[in-house]
T-cell receptor, first 113, second 110 residues
Framework: DAGVIQSPRHEVTEMGQEVTLRCKPI?????LFWYRQTMMRGLELLIY????????DSGMPEDRFSAKMPNASFSTLKIQPSEPRDSAVYFC???????????FGPGTRLLVL | DAKTTQPPSMDCAEGRAANLPCNHS???????VYWYRQIHSQGPQYIIH???NNETNEMASLIITEDRKSSTLILPHATLRDTAVYYC???????????FGKGTRLSVIA
């Protein structure tokens, strides 16, 4: 398996633009997680899904952020409108069951100007 | 989840054992100790986890004290590629999230 795949790897956009980050989990994994990492706040859990259903989105910073998982092999994290403070590295991770071992993707480095 | 305390940074000579400590004095009986690491510009990588017995895998060994209030991750023969931030995380086996602290920045020096 190729592991967790994220795209794009880098994104530069201007304030106010819509940003969509994509994730393909490891095949057969039932859980998918979105994290954000900044120097100030470290690695934070934003939202996670179980069998394509959002379970806990309490980490989503505000209504500008939304996440979907239309099927077992694809998830998106959308920011609309984007702001400079959204600049961070966004990681997607998946796990086979529960929280035992999460496998992380390479991340998307987002810069909002 | 129990809070963990780790030193912010450590150095280790290449080829020597790297011993990374973690304090988790408020850990409860059903909480596991997990270790992840993050190499620069990559996503975190699972290393090992344990409940109360010592554990070993191809990457590392985990030594948990008898009272479970602290643990040590051991990389037996550190290489330059082991330079990373190492996170010690305590969580129970239920559906609770991994909470990443600041970790220990390990620098392996040639």
């Amino acid at each position: 398996d190729a592991g967790v795949i994220q795209s794009p790897r880098h994104e530069v956009t201007e304030m106010g633009q819509e940003v969509t980050l994509r994730c393909k989990p490891i095949s057969g994994h039932d859980y998918l997680f979105w994290y954000r990492q900044t120097m100030m706040r470290g690695l934070e859990l934003l939202i996670y899904f179980n069998n394509n259903v959002p379970i806990d989105d309490s980490g989503m910073p505000e209504d500008r952020f939304s996440a979907k998982m239309p099927n077992a092999s694809f998830s998106t994290l959308k920011i609309q409108p984007s702001e400079p403070r959204d600049s961070a590295v966004y990681f997607c991770a998946s796990s086979l069951s529960g929280w035992e071992t999460q496998y992380f993707g390479p991340g998307t480095r987002l810069l909002v100007l | 989840d129990a809070k963990t305390t780790q030193p912010p940074s450590m150095d280790c000579a290449e080829g020597r054992a790297a011993n990374l400590p973690c304090n988790h004095s408020t850990i409860s009986g059903n909480e596991y100790v997990y270790w992840y690491r993050q190499i620069h510009s990559q996503g975190p990588q699972y290393i090992i986890h344990g409940l109360k017995n010592n554990e070993t895998n191809e990457m590392a060994s985990l030594i948990i004290t008898e009272d479970r209030k602290s643990s040590t991750l051991i990389l037996p023969h550190a290489t330059l590629r082991d330079t990373a931030v190492y996170y010690c995380i305590v969580r129970n086996s239920g559906n609770t999230p991994l909470v990443f602290g600041k970790g220990t920045r390990l620098s392996v020096i040639a």
